[in-house]
């Protein structure tokens, strides 16, 4: 199995080793906590944010993220990139401090951010992108997809709802060869919250 050194500087500002960083970063994922409530068993925060912040602008984490997901789909007995994806979104209200631009979605009467997020037939992340809460899904896909056109060679689908109508049906005719996308809908009986084939993986 190919080692997260490949993808981690070997050297760290500081004293603290890769091992000390990269249990913080978790650590943060995982409670969703402050920077600044970092436990003092870890590094201190301004350390390990330091660090954060430079893999994410110089494409460490999301290399590192690519090869994992390699590495789970061998696991499965799947090959290393997938031929179906789902994209889809979801809004969040902005923290009481969050300085990010923030919108609001008028479909979920949500003021604050969105994500949007593609992912495989497993539910593993391939690619996110964070911004106001009011961009319409449909073109925001763009900015998902054409990052991943030189990476994932297999990609000949991708699923989802009717957000994606408007813009990303479009753009990929006319920029991507090969590529179909499929609009999928619940049922019209159906009341609610209805997960789909595919697109909700547990």
């Known amino acids: 199995m190919v080692s997260y050194k490949i993808f981690l500087p070997v050297k760290t500002k500081g004293h603290y080793t890769l091992r000390d960083l990269t249990d913080a970063i978790l650590w943060i994922l995982r409670t969703g906590s402050q920077w600044r409530n970092l436990p003092e068993n870890f ?29 789970e789909r061998l696991r499965q007995d799947k090959q290393q990139t997938p031929g179906l994806l789902s994209i889809d979104s979801h809004s969040v209200k902005s923290g009481p401090f969050s300085n990010l631009e923030k919108g609001i979605d008028g479909n979920k009467k949500i003021n604050g951010r969105k994500r949007h997020v593609i992912t495989d037939t497993l539910g593993l992340v391939w690619r996110v992108v964070v911004g106001p809460a009011h961009q319409a899904d449909g073109y925001v896909a763009q900015q998902v997809v054409e990052p991943l056109l030189g990476y994932l060679h297999r990609m000949k689908k991708i699923l989802g709802d009717q957000a994606y109508k408007k813009g990303f049906i479009d753009w990929v005719k006319e920029h991507v060869i090969g590529l179909e996308v499929e609009i999928s809908s619940a049922p019209p009986s159906q009341k609610g919250f209805v997960p789909l084939r595919w697109r909700w993986v547990t």
């Open 43 to 71: 590094p201190k925060w301004e350390s390990v944010y330091y660090h954060f912040r430079k893999w994410g602008k110089d494409g460490t984490l999301v290399r590192l993220n690519m090869m994992l997901n390699k590495a």
